[in-house]
């Protein structure tokens, strides 16, 4: 087992069909405009958690939210989630602002989202 513990979830992204309507309702929900503002990505952080709006899934296809489990190591937590029986999905990869990102999938098929910031 690895000794760097999971910090949390602290980060929940939502694939949005419509990014200008699910804005105005996370925005109405969270009752806080988005910190980040861009044609791919809304970003809220209320009470110490981060909420995304992704159009059409981004890149990755999300077809639900997806939850980012926080972890200081995010190659050491991969090797030991894929050792005990979870499949990567979206390997580690910098997504910018010092932050990778990764996903992998339980025996059920559940996606488990990865988050190191650096």
């Known amino acids: 087992m690895s000794d760097s513990p999971v910090r949390g979830i602290k980060t929940v ?3 949005v069909t419509d990014l200008a309507k699910a804005k105005a309702v996370y925005t109405a929900l969270l009752g806080a405009a988005p910190q980040t503002d861009s044609s791919y990505y809304v970003g809220f952080e209320v009470g110490g ?3 995304g ?4 899934g981004g890149p990755q296809g ?4 997806v939850v980012y489990w926080h972890v200081p190591d995010i190659e050491a937590k991969v090797a030991e989630l894929t050792a005990a029986g979870a499949a990567v999905q ?12 990764a996903t992998v999938t339980d025996p ?3 996606v488990l989202g990865l988050l190191q910031d650096r």
Do not use: E, F, K
């Open 90 to 101: 979206d390997a580690p990869h910098d997504v910018g602002g010092g932050r990778t990102v």
């Open 62 to 65: 999300m077809t639900s939210p």
């Open 13 to 15: 992204l939502h694939p």
């Open 53 to 56: 709006l992704v159009p059409g």
């Open 49 to 51: 958690q981060q909420i």
């Open 108 to 110: 059920d098929g559940n």
